[in-house]
C-alpha cells in the first residue's frame, strides 16, 4: 500500500503548458487503466479533474487532460490560469484488498 | 443535488474512540460505494476504509486495520466509521466520499466538507 510517487512542486507562467507525474507499479497505475486526479485549493475539498486515466467530468475544462505510460501517469495542464494554482494529487484502481491509493500530491504554483 | 455530510469529529484522547458519521442525500444510496479518505492538515490524502453500496464488503488501509469499522445504513442514507484505538497519528480531517459510476475505478466524484479528528 505503498503511495504513489509526484513531485512536490510544480510551477508554469500564465498560458504555458506544464505536466504533473505520478508515479506507481505493476500493482496499481501500471495494471490497470484507472488513474484519478484530484485539484484542492487550500481550505477547499478534493475536486475530481480526470478519471480512467484521460476522462474528464462533466465541467472540468479541457485544458486538464492525462495521460499514462507504463507505471507512471501524467495530468498535463494547458493554458495555465492563475486559478490552477492548487495541489493536484493522482490516485490509482490498487486492486480488491485495497481498492484506492492516493499519490503525495503536487503543489503547482502559478508563476 | 447531491450531497455528504461529514460529523462526529473532535478531540478525543489516545487510546479513546470516535464514530464517524456521513449523511448523504441526492443520489441512489445503495447505488454506490463510499470512501473514507483523511487529510493531516497540510499534508497529503490518504485512503482510510471503503464500504460497497450493499454493505456486504469492506476494505481498510493497513494503517487502519484492526481498529476501524466502516458500515453503512442504506435505510437512512448514512455512513459510519467506528475508530478504536486512536493514536496522534489518527489527527487528520476526515472525509467521507463517493465514487462514480465506474466504482473503485472512476475516481471519487462528490466529497463531504471534512471532520477534524484530533487524538
Known amino acids: 500500500q505503498s503511495a504513489l510517487t509526484q513531485p512536490p512542486s510544480a510551477s508554469g507562467s500564465p498560458g504555458q503548458s506544464v505536466s504533473i507525474s505520478c508515479t506507481g507499479t505493476s500493482s496499481d497505475v501500471g495494471g490497470y487503466t484507472y488513474v484519478s486526479w484530484y485539484q484542492q485549493h487550500p481550505g477547499k475539498v478534493p475536486k475530481l479533474l480526470i478519471y480512467?486515466?484521460?476522462k474528464r467530468p462533466s465541467g472540468v475544462p479541457d485544458r486538464f487532460s492525462g495521460s499514462k505510460s507504463g507505471n507512471t501517469a501524467s495530468l498535463t495542464v494547458s493554458r495555465l490560469q492563475a486559478e490552477d494554482e492548487a495541489d493536484y494529487y493522482c490516485s490509482s484502481y490498487a486492486g480488491t484488498s485495497t481498492p484506492v491509493v492516493f499519490g503525495g500530491g503536487t503543489k503547482l504554483t502559478v508563476l | 443535488e447531491v450531497q455528504l455530510v461529514d460529523s462526529g469529529g473532535g478531540l478525543v484522547e489516545p487510546g479513546g474512540s470516535l464514530r464517524l458519521s456521513c449523511a448523504a442525500s441526492g443520489f441512489t444510496f445503495n447505488n454506490f460505494a463510499i470512501a473514507w479518505v483523511r487529510q493531516v492538515p497540510g499534508k497529503g490524502l490518504e485512503w482510510v476504509s471503503g464500504?460497497?453500496?450493499?454493505?456486504?464488503?469492506?476494505y481498510y488501509a493497513d494503517s487502519v486495520k484492526g481498529r476501524f469499522t466502516v458500515t453503512r445504513d442504506n435505510s437512512k442514507n448514512t455512513l459510519f466509521l467506528q475508530m478504536n484505538r486512536l493514536t496522534a497519528e489518527d489527527t487528520a480531517v476526515y472525509y467521507c466520499?463517493?465514487?462514480?459510476?465506474?466504482?473503485?475505478?472512476?475516481?471519487?466524484?462528490?466529497w463531504g466538507q471534512g471532520t477534524l479528528v484530533t487524538v
Open positions: 464500504i460497497s453500496g450493499s454493505g456486504g464488503k469492506t
Open positions: 480512467e486515466v484521460h
Open positions: 466520499a463517493k465514487v462514480g459510476f465506474s466504482g473503485w475505478y472512476g475516481g471519487f466524484d462528490y
